[in-house]
């Protein structure tokens, strides 16, 4: 199964999913026009920020998660901080 995954940013750090889709592999892309920050409950921008950059631009900074063949990832586990409105995409692949 394949599929993408578009995730809103709002003012804090945004879930990528609200309830958990496990998958075997996801990458993560910035298509935005702002730099965001991917990683736990705990990512931002502040100061030297927290996180995985993901630059802006184009093509915008990305990041794989995977391929595993042991465990899942699980997209609930996943925040991304940013600019409000932003949209970031993810390529999940099971």
Do not use: E, H, K
């Not at 920050?37 to 990041?63: C, F, H, K, M």
Request: proline share 2%.
């Amino acid at each position: 199964m394949v599929a993408t995954y578009q995730v809103t940013l709002g003012s804090a750090a945004t879930q990528v999913s609200a309830t958990p889709v496990n998958a075997r592999q996801v990458i993560f892309q910035n298509n935005s026009a702002a730099n965001c920050r991917i990683g736990d409950n705990q990512v931002t921008t502040v100061g030297n920020g927290r996180g995985i950059l993901l630059s802006a631009g184009s093509p915008g900074g990305s990041l794989n998660a995977g391929s595993l063949v042991a465990f899942n990832v699980n997209l609930a586990d996943w925040y991304i901080y940013g600019t409000v409105g932003s949209v970031i995409d993810a390529l999940v692949i099971d």
